[in-house]
Nanobody, 120 residues
Framework: QLVESGGGAVQAGGSLRLSCAAS????????GLWFRQKPGKGREFLAG????????WIADSVKGRFTVSGDNAKNTVYLHMDKLRPDDTAVYYC???????????????WGEGTQVTVSA
């Protein structure tokens, strides 16, 4: 089970840190990824990490503003979001897969999502 937290409302230019806690499995055996979904759109890959030391992946669309990190001891993956913009408003999802994939259809597990709203 994956549980996201940390979403909320923030003004443009602000920052948020989303957390994704895994229960029942270790992130060390999986890639932990973040996606978002805007109204009427499909899920968009944002960032991913494998906590055994592989370099993280960051989508070009958020590179320079978003980073991803993991904490093996807490079995948690984080998405750090800086310089937020109104068009970052979306539901943010955590996902996990055992293979180095970024397509939503390749994910094995999903969280239920957390809303992020950025006001101008």
């Amino acid at each position: 089970q994956l549980v996201e937290s940390g979403g909320g409302a923030v003004q443009a230019g602000g920052s948020l840190r989303l957390s994704c806690a895994a229960s029942g499995r270790s992130f060390s055996r999986y890639y932990g990824l973040w996606f978002r979904q805007k109204p009427g759109k499909g899920r968009e890959f944002l960032a991913g990490i494998n906590t055994v030391g592989a370099p993280p992946w960051i989508a070009d669309s958020v590179k320079g503003r978003f980073t991803v990190s993991g904490d093996n001891a807490k079995n948690t993956v984080y998405l750090h979001m800086d310089k937020l913009r109104p068009d970052d408003t979306a539901v943010y999802y955590c996902a996990a897969t055992r293979r180095p994939r970024t397509a939503p259809g390749d994910m094995e597990y999903w969280g239920e999502g957390t809303q992020v709203t950025v006001s101008a």
